[in-house]
């Protein structure tokens, strides 16, 4: 094989590079639109509160951290359940939407409370995938949001057990059941 094909082979192509660059490019402009976005908002109510961006696996992940006599008035953007910081998060999202004409895909956390419920989310998808080995039967859970039910998907699937969502609205749950049901 000569140079020439050899280097065509081994090299990506022009558009290739470009087209990695421009997704990067993109993931960090969305996480800079959000991060002002929220800073905004934290300044308009009022509340301290650090913003950390951080990039993995192709999606912006962004956490509003503060202070331990901050963490209180920031829990208020949790709300009960989560309700108001996925609230947060899809207004954030419209943001970057707005400002880039992309959908995004970012993630926001608030004082940790999503990778605190990531934890309680593997432990019913644990005890879930248990009841299913033990009974055969399917086992439904409770309503979640979208992001949720894929960390339940996920985890279920590495329990090698098989999971759907059924529903539709603020009723779309899990139902887990084994591979051959």
Do not use: F, W
Not at 60 to 74: C, N, Q
Not at 86 to 108: C, P
Not at 143 to 156: F, G, N
């Amino acid at each position: 094989m000569s140079d020439l094909d050899q280097s065509v082979i081994s090299e990506p192509a022009a558009t290739e590079v470009e087209e990695t660059e421009d997704a990067a490019t993109s993931i960090e402009e969305e996480g800079d639109i959000a991060a002002d976005y929220l800073e905004e908002l934290l300044d308009i109510a009022d509340l301290d509160g650090d913003i950390d961006i951080e990039v993995r696996g192709g999606r912006t992940y962004i956490s509003i951290v503060g202070e331990a006599e901050d963490e209180k008035d920031l829990q208020r953007l949790v709300g009960a359940n989560g309700e108001i910081l996925d609230s947060l998060q899809e207004l954030t999202r419209l943001a970057v939407l707005t400002a880039t004409g992309n959908r995004s895909r970012l993630v926001l956390d608030i004082t940790g409370y999503r990778q605190g419920r990531a934890g309680e989310l593997k432990k019913i998808a644990d005890e879930a995938v248990q009841k299913v080995r033990e009974t055969g039967t399917p086992v439904a859970l409770e309503p979640m949001s979208a992001y949720e039910r894929k960390l339940v998907h996920d985890c279920v699937a590495a329990l090698g057990m098989h999971s759907e969502s059924d529903g539709e609205g603020t009723r779309r749950h899990i139902v887990v059941s084994s591979d051959d049901a």
